[in-house]
């Protein structure tokens, strides 16, 4: 697909100018990076612009409730093995952030792009993909997206007969049902702690049944595919049946299926699985993510946990007690404003560590620890709980805007 050909009209290249300005202004004002302000601009100049941006690019599109961020880091990271790529790594994964990202770059061969989850049917449609990853579909954001199921009817109706190759999680039901109106499909055996979502068939209804690692509906038939890629402890396992080892700097099983899918997408773009795995090796910190920073004479590592099923996964890769943990919780806009989420994670895993609460919503987390009998400390902000916490590295765990709020507070 890709040429040296130009496809941007003189409309086009009015939009990605002006948007571009927009970017630097919204940047000079202290107001971020500019590029969601920036991309709704140049696509309300050309709404077109997103589809011309893509047309001389193979593209891979990454949605899922948790996971997207890194891996479309770990994507991006691998098909630089076979030429330049473009990617929206901050994290900016509507229409709008899209857009900005794939103008900032004239000469990328392959666009590795998140995409939020309730976009993916659009974004495919304006991007052509060449492929789709899906992760997993989990509760989030729960006053905005929805349930999950009917997110995951958006997928398969978005991706009824579309043409990329769709490389989707067998282990998720939600993800399967999804993926099974695509024509082409590569399963990988990436895993799922979180299984709350899926106890019902999203194909009739019925109640799933899940011997060991398998699952399926005793109703309907509907059942987990047979995976051609797997992950394995510390190996990814290729459809030809060979091991190839995973060597991470980010932390966690999760991170493993992140790179497993990984090397699954990098193969379908011709780049095999030992050279793609050893490229993700260079990946650090996502968005600052697992970052571990000092502050006020102390180390604390920094990670995110969005919702129910990203909070299970983090828990299992803190240090043992009795490591410190900062909890933040805030519930803006960004985060989803509904914070019953909170009653679906289970906090007896944090048993033994000294416990610390902080952000917006601290007391609705302080109610849920109490009822968890947890020992914690309700701390009027970061600085004041990092002065509270018993000595050694500490562990901050906070979802989206917390994230944020604690980044800038840190100086990361």
């Not at 978005?158 to 190759?165: D, H, I, R």
């Not at 946990?305 to 803190?318: H, Q």
Request: hydrophobic share 45%; net charge neutral; with cysteine.
């Amino acid at each position: 697909m890709s040429g040296n050909s130009d496809p941007l009209t003189p409309r086009a290249k009015l939009a990605v100018t002006a948007g571009k300005a927009v970017a630097a202004a919204s940047r000079a004002a202290g107001r971020g990076s500019g590029s969601v302000i920036g991309g709704r601009v140049a696509l309300k100049l050309d709404p077109d612009l997103l589809a011309r941006l893509a047309q001389n690019l193979d593209v891979v599109l990454v949605s899922a409730t948790n996971g997207k961020t890194t891996t479309t880091r770990l994507i991006a990271e691998a098909l630089r093995a076979a030429g330049p790529v473009v990617s929206n790594a901050l994290g900016a994964n509507m229409p709008a952030g899209i857009t900005s990202a794939l103008a900032g770059s004239s000469d990328a061969r392959y666009g590795v792009i998140e995409v939020d989850e309730k976009y993916l049917a659009g974004v495919a449609r304006d991007t052509d993909p060449k492929c789709i990853a899906l992760l997993n579909l989990s509760r989030d954001q729960l006053d905005r997206a929805a349930e999950t199921r009917m997110l995951a009817e958006h997928w398969r109706e978005g991706l009824a007969g579309s043409k990329a190759v769709v490389v989707a999680n067998a282990d998720d039901p939600l993800v399967v049902w999804a993926a099974s109106s695509s024509p082409n499909v590569i399963w990988v055996a990436a895993g799922q702690m979180w299984q709350e979502d899926a106890w019902s068939c999203p194909s009739c209804g019925g109640v799933m049944q899940r011997p060991g690692d398998d699952w399926f509906c005793g109703e309907c038939g509907f059942r987990r595919p047979t995976p051609s890629w797997a992950l394995s402890g510390d190996h990814v396992l290729d459809p030809h049946g060979s091991a190839w080892p995973i060597h991470l700097q980010l932390p966690g099983r999760a991170n493993k299926a992140n790179a497993a899918s990984s090397a699954a997408v990098a193969a379908v773009f011709g780049v095999p699985p030992q050279v793609a795995l050893e490229r993700m090796y260079q990946v650090q910190a996502v968005a600052g993510r697992y970052d571990v920073v000092q502050f006020m004479q102390r180390d604390l590592r920094l990670l995110l946990a969005k919702n129910p099923a990203g909070w299970l996964e983090t828990f299992s890769l803190i240090d043992p007690p009795p490591t410190p943990v900062i909890l933040s919780v805030n519930a803006r806009g960004a985060d989803g404003t509904d914070t019953s989420w909170l009653w679906d994670v289970d906090y007896t895993r944090l048993t033994g560590h000294p416990i610390f609460v902080v952000g917006d919503r601290k007391l609705d987390l302080a109610v849920r620890l109490e009822v968890a009998n947890q020992h914690f400390q309700v701390c009027e902000n970061l600085d004041q709980a990092v002065q509270a916490a018993p000595p050694g590295r500490i562990e901050v765990i906070a979802n989206y805007t917390a994230f944020q709020d604690l980044r800038r507070r840190v100086g990361n």
